[in-house]
């Protein structure tokens, strides 16, 4: 069994000491560089429109290392201000290849996923790639990346859907935990036999008998993710059982990320990927607070007063810094260029977040941490009614002509 209570208890205390107060950043942003990086913006939507004749679609196609990437990075850098270590990562041979390779092998392997569900996937690809890195294995999608990211386009979707019974959900989780144990189960509907044909590249990657640890850091996700189910509605759970719950499911995400990219982990390596897996549930938490609000479904930020999100959004940079501290343990992790960038895109877009649910805040702390967004809020806001998703609609122009070649072929 993984220790996953004790990196809860690891976790929830760092919490507890992690302070209240606004926290420092490196830069702020005048007015007019926020101009600046909005007109730069507006630019690249232009560059994207235009990728949508016939042509330049073909162009994008035969050779995207010079029509996209070399656009996308002037993005990320006059944008969002990236630094050139970060991009030199994010934007390597490795990254763009892996990212290409996953889109075919989803699109084959679930054509009836819609383009958001496999960028919803390749979020979780990308975790995996920067956790290969870390690990010094290749950057590359094995079976097992591929299957654990395909897991979260389909089983999340159904979990996180209003539409679909307390009850059926929790049947689905029995169902899903025995397969995910080995234990023979009869798939239901077209959903439960994707997921169970996932759980069997694990397999073929990580026989069980040689990989233990793999399957039970599948298990404790699993786990995490029925406890969740008790989060919907008002079942009078404790502030202190909400976080427990919140940092279970989170922290053993990433856990299992580790597990299925390394098969082999070291007790500071996996207490390391709890925090790190922690600190992305408390970024989702912020992302989705008026969507958790309104389904009912309890968080540690959902069900807070308007006036102390603030202090909790603050909590969360500082404990996101301590807790990526913990994965200089990795070898891969030599210089502070990766555990920049992991930080450097997260505290983006938790200050993205708040701009994004500004009702949420007080005006003096939606002022105060405007400073260190390199968009307006009101931008953000702007661009956020003309697309549900600014990232996703980057994924989907690029990708655009390879989904009408695969559909061709």
């Known amino acids: 069994m993984l220790p996953v209570q004790d990196y809860i208890d690891h976790f929830k205390e760092m919490w507890a000491q992690s302070p209240e107060t606004f926290p420092e950043f490196p830069k702020t942003f005048p007015k007019e560089d926020k101009l600046r990086h909005e007109q730069n913006f507006d630019r690249f939507q ?3 429109k235009e990728l949508q004749n016939v042509a330049k679609v073909q162009q994008l196609r035969n050779d995207p290392a010079k029509t996209f990437f070399p656009m996308f ?38 054509p009836e996923l819609k383009p958001e569900d496999i960028y919803q996937g390749m979020r979780n690809v990308w975790i995996m790639n920067g956790l290969q890195l870390m690990a010094e294995k290749p950057v590359k999608i094995t079976p097992s ?11 999340d979707n159904l979990l996180d859907d209003p539409g679909i019974r307390n009850d059926q959900k929790q049947a689905f989780s029995e169902r899903f935990d025995r397969r995910l144990h080995g234990l ?15 759980i069997t590249m694990f397999e073929e990657e990580f026989p069980r008998i040689e990989f ?11 786990q995490g993710q029925t406890n969740s189910l008790k989060m919907i509605a008002d079942n009078g759970l404790s502030d202190d059982e909400i976080c427990t719950i919140c940092f ?31 600190y992305l549930q408390l970024l989702d938490d912020i992302q989705d607070v008026r969507e958790d609000s309104l389904a009912f479904t309890k ?49 983006t877009m938790i200050v993205e977040s708040v701009g994004l649910n500004h009702t949420w805040f007080s005006k003096n702390y939606l002022n105060e941490i405007e400073k260190v967004s390199p968009l307006h809020f009101s931008y953000l806001r702007k661009k956020r009614t003309q697309s549900k998703s600014q990232r996703f609609a980057l994924f989907q122009k690029y990708f655009e002509s390879a989904k009408s070649k695969i559909e061709a072929d």
């Open 46 to 48: 232009k560059k994207l």
């Open 145 to 155: 990346v591929f299957a654990y990211s395909m897991i979260y386009p389909y089983s």
């Open 248 to 278: 279970e499911k989170g922290g053993a995400s990433v856990l299992a990320d580790g597990y299925l990219v390394a098969g082999e982990l070291t007790r500071e390596e996996e207490q390391a990927l709890f925090g790190y897996g922690v």
């Open 212 to 222: 233990p640890n793999v399957y039970e850091s599948l298990y404790a996700i699993q």
């Open 299 to 347: 968080t540690i930020f959902s069900c807070l007063p308007e006036n102390d999100l603030g202090r909790f959004v603050n909590k969360t940079i500082h404990f996101g810094r301590m807790a990526l501290e913990e994965m200089r343990c990795f070898k891969g992790v030599n210089g502070d260029d990766f555990l920049g960038l992991m930080n450097r895109s997260i505290e």
């Open 184 to 198: 023979p189960e009869k798939p239901v509907n077209h959903t439960e036999k994707q997921l169970f044909r996932l």
């Open 73 to 110: 990075k002037s993005f990320l850098q006059t944008v969002f201000d990236f630094e050139a270590g970060h991009l030199e990562i994010i934007l390597s041979d490795e990254f763009k290849d892996v990212s290409k390779d996953f889109f075919y092998r989803a699109r084959a392997f679930g």
